[in-house]
Each structure stands twice: as structure tokens, then as C-alpha cells.
């Protein structure tokens, strides 16, 4: 049986804020669940995937082929008045916001929860933005946990809050709160649960055209002012203290701020709100929490996000407290890019309060030689390394090295751009390499070789190759096929060869798609690939290479399991 | 309960993620407030892999420049790199074994002079432990037992709130069975060290 399985009321596990928020929804009964893996919520799918192989689990779940179908698959089966969940990492909602907007006007029957894990400071990301604009672009209910046992109870309770208000909810994570390990202490799994949907149907209810829409947009509406008072009388959000000077905080902000106070020995003068149930914005508990501070500091990383919501508030109170956070006029308190440090939050606080600090001493680093990185490289013997070596060489014997243009993609082989391989001119998101070699294409009379690999292929990398067919664009898309998505931890995509599911062919799509100049090659026969390369090189038109070998850590890793 | 904040770092593969693992489910063992925090994703293809253990009730998952009481450094380079972690009150244990990285072995940069990072570190922090992790870890029956080497210094140096029996029988149950036995011989060499 999965760990996150066990049936031990009271049981305190060690778990990561991914696994903790699996176990929630798992105690919440969950039946139906879908996602597209990217890092910091790879692990949610991972487990919610492990779990679903257990068929006494009563658990469906699927790694789609994009964020967007897996939130459509999850919203349909929460119509059903099945509960469902989608996880998904910040930019994973960029592709999924045309189903989140207008579902929050058709709403859910039974609970549906999407967890949607950001990613400050880009560490595993390609920007690093702030995904709680969403909840007020969809006008969606948000919770935020600040640890793994929080996480574990806010993902449960989220059902609730989704099936009382007929609203799909989402749960926000960062890094620091997806990536920590803490006790968690377990909660019953229900005895039984519902595993066939019923739908009953309804197109004033289901059907999003703009007759019946508009009055959903209302109920959106009317709803979203209940979810307000859930959000002031809920648990999650709650005050600490009766000091003059109030901060307010969510979230890994939330742990930084009760360190700083425990720290700074402060807890006598600060009153800490701390929310959990951060939109809609608590307004009523809010505005009493200002009437009683003399100054305030929202600490929270990223955008001004309930700054800006509390400063409407103290406006629309009457109160002229000074709010304090991201830098405004008066020089600001804390940045607004990046994670922050405990030490930021600390020296902020202790700014606010008149406080000095007694820090130990530090060593002099300076004069020191320098260091030499340590970049992230493919693994040995990766496939990829073998592609890039003969597509580089096939270019250099044409002499076009130089002058040729390689737009890349989101997976492991975009390390192709570091040294020593320095293959990778333009990437944007997934699916981009196809999509830009276009403009490329059009822009210059340069030679435009694209790299994609196979996961991404699917995701979203077939309609740029369908358009490109069309209007005749002429570039050379690379498919590094290694049958897995390897770079978020061996996910299965369609390419997947898997005992249980039909395996789609990347030639056939290929080929359906309309493009007629396809080879493929094995990247470790490297005269023979750098050749089928040239060939294809030569000719001005749209061509596709599909460089097939699997991924090796993940052959290691299945002979491991033998 | 005194508060600790415990940085390993090292390179992808070297178990620094395990140690971390290992340290938070004695902890939980034995009644100790704890939270670990790691980086996922890019970094583990070959990259510097930085993991926290967070102990005596602290809430946040990282550590700030100047602020960690203990540094373990599972290889010499990222141990020098990390040191902007520490004050001069931290507690250092380190490798000594060199895992150089890929700009050093197609010769893009070198691998610093480590004497004059290792005398600078003799100068200016009290108390530092550093061995040959991998070598010893041979010495205990395999290569991949360097981390329980350091393991081992951690919990015989004295600082830990938990006890090293309790760690032991972590190992013996959380570790790959077939590793098992060396896991705890490696452990004892690294305990052993501490104490001389």
C-alpha cells in the first residue's frame, strides 16, 4: 500500500508539502485527478500517481498531455459531483487560465481543488510570477500553506470550501512551502467514497455561452461575497499578540515573520495576522485588525498582493495607519523580486520597530580566489549530448554553424545551452522552439533548427508544426525522443511505452500533421545521424528529425527496480 | 529548545538529500521540532544540491548568509562556496574528497587552490572537521557510504539534540538494506572521527 495511504488516524509522518496536500485530498476523498508534471509540484502527480495503482485506492489519475486538458478532465469530473484535484506549477496555469476563467462562472458540484505551485527566484522556472493575480483575474477562492501539516489540512478542507460555494479553489504553494519536509499528522480516509459521477444536465449551467454566461458571471459574483465571509471567520486565518504594530503575512512570508519575532524578541509589541485563507481578502477581519495598530507591515514575497488590498481597505475605513511592504514612497521595506531571506524579513521587522540587531561576526570572504561553477550538465551518456554533438558537427561541416538559428525548449536538453554544448539561441515556454523558429523563419534568411523534446512535443508543440505545414514555413524541427519526461522525474507522457495504455507514434503525428521531409535517427551512430542530418539540412523546407534513444537514468533506475 | 540550523550541501548523487531525510525522521522520533527543505528539478542533473534541516522549532526552511550554526559540506568546492553561510561561530564538517565540476574537467575553470581555502577556514572558524569521506567510506565496503561518513561526524561531534542510537537505527531501517551494514560502519568511522 502507498504510504500516503495508511489508515492511522494520529499517525505524525515526515512529508514533503507536496505529499501533505496529496494526503489531504486523499482524506478528503478524492476520486478523480489529473495533471501535467512541472517542478515545484512535480510530486503531487508522482504520488497522486503511485496511489492511483493501488485500485482499492478508488482513485483515477492520468498524466495529460497539458495542463489545459488536464484541468478540463478534472473540472468535467468535478460536474460529475466527483471530487477532483489538478496540480500544476506556476506557468502551467498560463496554459490552463482559458479553462480557469471561465469555470469559475460554471462552477463545480462535487469539490474540485487547483493546486498551483509558484516558484520565486526561478529556480527551477522560466520567470517567476505571481500566481495569486489569478485568483483575482478568475475571481476564485485561494488558500496559501505555510508548512506540510497546514498544507495537509487546507487541501481537505479546500473540498469543503469548493462544494459549499460551487467554485473550484485553488491552493498556492511556493517552492519553500511545496519543497519542505515536516511532521504531518494523519487524518482519517473516509470509509467509502464515490467513484461514478453522475451529470445532470443543465446548459443554463454548463454551457458557457454568452446568453447563459452572463448570468453566471453574477452568481461568480454572489458566491465570491460568501467565500468572503468564509475567508474572515476561517482557521487558517488567525491573530497572534496585542502589540501596537501589526503584521500581516501567508505563507513561507508567514514562518519568516514568527522567526523574526521569536528572534528579535519582539512578541510583546507586534500583533501577527496570519493568513491562510488569503483570497478573497478577509475584509471585515482585516479592518478590525487595523483599527488597533499604529503601523503595519504586509511582509509577501513577489507582488503587492495584499498590500494593495489592505491599503483599499484602511482607505475605504477611514484609517489613515501607515501600511508598510514592497518599495513605495517611502523607500520600502521589502524588495519585490525574488524569495526572500529570513534575514530580509528579519532586519525589516527590527527597521519597523526601532529594534538594532546583534548578529555574530562574520568571516571576510574578500581576497578569497574564485570559485568555479558548478553548472548543471546532462547526465553521462545522455541521448541528448548525442544529438546536439551531431546536429553541431552536421551544421559545422555545412559551414552554417555560426550563422544558424536554435531555438530551444523546456526539458533537460535546454542545458544543452550551458557549456560545453552552447546549442540553445531563444526559449520562452513550452512549445516555443516550434512556434518561434516561425518567426525566425520569416524574419531572416538564416537556417533555423529548433530543438523539442518529446513530452513538450505533445504538449504543445504540435500546432505550431500543423500552422507551420500550412503557410509553408521552412525550419528543421529536432524531436529528442526519449520516450519519457525526464527532467521533472520520469513522468509518462502519450510517447510513453506503458503496459496499460496505447502508445502514440511521434512519426504518425509527424506525418499527419502534413510534413514530408521526416527522418529519424539513432543519436549514438554518430556519421550516420551527422549525414541523415546534412541531407535533411540541405533542402530549404520545413523537416522534422525525430533522434530516438531512451532516457538513460531512467533505464537505470527501471533496472534498479528489477 | 535550543534552536539549530543545519546547511549540507554538496553535488547530485552524493546523498546529501538522504542525510537530511534521515536526520529529520530522528528527530521525529525522538519529540524534536523539525523541517527540512530541499531544491528539486535542475539542480540534481550535476549541479549543486543545497538541502537545510531546521531544528528546535524553527519555522522557516532557509538559511540567510552569515546564520548557520553547522555547515556540511559533502565536497571541498561547495563546502568553500557555502561558507558565506556561516558566521565565525559555525561549525564546519567537510569533505576533503574533490568531485570537480564539468567547467574544470573540459578546462574552462580550475578547481581552486584548496590550501589556501582550507587555511583561511583553519584561521578564521573554531571548530572544524574535515576527512576524506571517500576513502573512508571504501575503507567501510563502498563508495556511496561518504555520506554516512559525515553523517557519523555530525552526530559524534555533540551538537545534535538527538541520540546516535536512534540515528543507527534509522539507518538500519531507512537505508538500502544491501548498504546497510557498511551505512553503519561508515556512521561509526565518522563518529569516531568526532571524538579524536
Known amino acids: ?562 | 529548545m535550543k534552536r539549530i540550523k543545519i546547511l549540507l550541501t554538496g553535488v547530485g548523487g552524493q546523498g546529501t538529500l538522504l542525510v537530511s531525510r534521515l536526520i529529520g525522521e530522528a528527530a521525529l522520533m525522538e519529540g524534536v521540532p523539525v523541517s527540512l527543505s530541499e531544491i528539486h528539478g535542475m539542480a540534481q542533473r550535476g549541479g549543486v544540491v543545497e538541502s537545510t534541516v531546521m531544528l528546535g522549532g524553527i519555522e522557516g526552511p532557509i538559511i540567510s548568509e552569515g546564520e548557520a550554526d553547522i555547515l556540511a559540506g559533502f565536497e571541498p568546492l561547495e563546502t568553500f562556496r557555502a561558507l558565506k553561510y556561516c558566521s565565525t561561530e559555525t561549525v564546519i564538517i567537510t569533505n576533503t574528497a574533490q568531485t570537480p565540476p564539468l567547467t574544470v574537467k573540459i578546462g574552462m575553470e580550475a578547481y581552486p587552490d584548496t590550501q589556501t581555502w582550507f587555511d583561511f577556514m583553519k584561521r578564521t572558524f573554531p571548530t572544524i572537521y574535515a576527512c576524506d569521506a571517500h576513502e573512508l567510506a571504501l575503507k567501510a565496503g563502498s563508495a556511496q557510504a561518504a555520506n554516512m561518513v559525515l553523517l557519523g561526524i555530525l552526530m559524534g561531534a555533540g551538537l545534535m539534540p538527538i541520540s546516535s542510537s536512534c540515528m543507527m537505527e534509522n539507518i538500519k531501517t531507512k537505508t538500502k538494506l544491501c548498504l546497510a551494514a557498511i551505512n553503519i560502519k561508515a556512521f561509526e568511522m565518522g563518529m569516531e572521527i568526532a571524538s579524536s
Open chain 1, 1 to 562: 500500500m502507498h504510504e500516503l495511504l495508511e489508515d492511522k488516524p494520529g499517525k505524525k509522518a515526515l512529508l514533503l508539502g507536496n505529499e501533505a496536500i496529496v494526503r489531504g485530498a486523499m482524506e478528503a476523498g478524492l476520486a478523480v485527478s489529473a495533471a501535467y508534471p512541472g517542478t515545484p509540484s512535480s510530486e503531487i502527480g508522482n504520488s497522486l500517481s503511485g496511489i492511483a495503482r493501488d485500485q482499492s485506492s478508488g482513485l483515477y489519475f492520468e498524466f495529460s498531455i497539458n495542463e489545459k486538458v488536464a484541468m478540463e478532465l478534472t473540472a468535467a469530473a468535478a460536474a460529475c459531483d466527483l471530487r477532483s484535484l489538478t496540480c500544476l506549477k506556476h506557468v502551467g496555469l498560463n496554459v490552463a487560465s482559458d479553462v480557469l476563467v471561465t469555470l469559475a462562472y460554471i462552477g463545480v458540484k462535487a469539490g474540485m481543488v487547483i493546486v498551483c505551485s509558484d516558484d520565486p527566484s526561478l529556480h527551477s522556472s522560466q520567470n517567476e510570477q505571481d500566481n495569486r493575480a489569478y485568483a483575482r483575474l478568475a475571481d476564485l477562492p485561494m488558500l496559501e500553506p505555510s508548512s506540510p501539516h497546514e498544507a495537509k489540512e487546507m487541501a481537505k478542507e479546500a473540498f469543503e470550501i469548493s462544494e459549499t460555494l460551487g467554485l473550484p479553489v485553488i491552493l498556492r504553494t511556493t517552492t519553500r512551502t511545496s519543497h519542505v519536509r515536516g511532521p504531518v499528522e494523519y487524518g482519517r480516509l473516509p470509509e467509502s467514497k464515490k467513484t461514478r459521477g453522475l451529470f445532470q444536465k443543465d446548459p443554463e449551467r454548463w454551457v458557457a455561452i454568452p446568453t447563459f454566461a452572463k448570468p453566471r458571471h453574477k452568481v461568480l459574483a454572489d458566491q465570491m461575497k460568501k467565500a468572503e465571509r468564509l475567508s474572515t471567520s476561517s482557521r487558517f486565518n488567525w491573530k497572534n499578540g496585542c502589540g501596537k504594530t501589526g503584521i500581516v503575512a501567508s505563507g513561507a512570508s508567514a514562518c519568516y515573520v514568527a522567526d523574526a519575532i521569536h528572534d528579535l524578541n519582539c512578541a510583546k509589541d507586534v500583533t501577527f495576522l496570519r493568513l491562510g485563507f488569503t483570497y478573497p481578502h478577509p475584509r471585515d477581519l482585516i479592518a478590525g485588525f487595523l483599527k488597533d495598530m499604529e503601523k503595519v507591515l504586509v511582509v509577501e514575497e513577489l507582488e503587492p498582493f495584499q498590500e494593495l488590498a489592505i491599503k483599499a481597505i484602511a482607505q475605504e475605513e477611514g484609517l489613515a495607519v501607515p501600511i508598510y511592504g514592497k518599495d513605495g514612497k517611502d523607500g520600502g521595506y521589502l524588495p519585490r523580486l525574488y524569495e526572500f531571506t529570513p534575514q530580509q524579513v528579519r532586519n525589516a521587522i527590527a527597521r519597523l520597530l526601532g529594534l538594532d540587531i546583534k548578529r555574530s561576526g562574520l568571516p571576510d570572504l574578500s581576497g578569497l580566489p574564485e570559485l568555479p561553477r558548478r553548472l548543471a550538465g546532462l547526465c553521462q551518456g545522455c541521448p541528448h549530448a548525442q544529438t546536439y554533438g551531431a546536429v553541431k558537427e552536421a551544421l559545422k561541416e555545412l559551414d552554417i554553424e555560426k550563422d544558424t538559428i536554435c531555438p530551444t525548449d523546456i526539458g533537460c536538453y535546454l542545458i544543452g545551452v550551458l557549456p560545453p554544448i552552447q546549442m540553445g539561441d531563444y526559449l520562452i515556454c513550452m512549445g516555443s522552439s516550434a512556434g518561434t523558429a516561425m518567426g525566425f523563419s520569416v524574419a531572416t534568411d538564416r537556417k533555423v533548427v529548433s530543438f523539442i523534446g518529446d513530452s513538450t512535443f505533445f504538449h504543445a508543440g504540435i500546432p505550431p508544426l500543423i500552422n507551420a505545414v500550412y503557410h509553408g514555413h521552412r525550419f528543421c524541427l529536432v524531436i529528442m525522443d526519449n520516450s519519457i519526461t525526464a527532467m521533472t522525474g520520469h513522468q509518462p507522457n502519450p510517447g510513453t511505452p506503458e503496459h496499460d495504455r496505447r502508445r502514440v507514434s511521434i512519426e504518425q503525428v509527424v506525418r499527419g500533421c502534413g510534413v514530408k521531409n521526416l527522418v529519424k535517427i539513432n543519436p549514438y551512430k554518430k556519421r550516420e545521424s551527422i549525414d541523415t542530418i546534412k541531407t535533411v539540412l540541405a533542402k530549404d523546407e520545413l523537416s522534422v528529425i525525430i533522434s530516438e534513444a531512451p532516457c538513460v537514468l531512467h533505464a537505470k533506475r527501471m533496472e534498479g527496480k528489477k
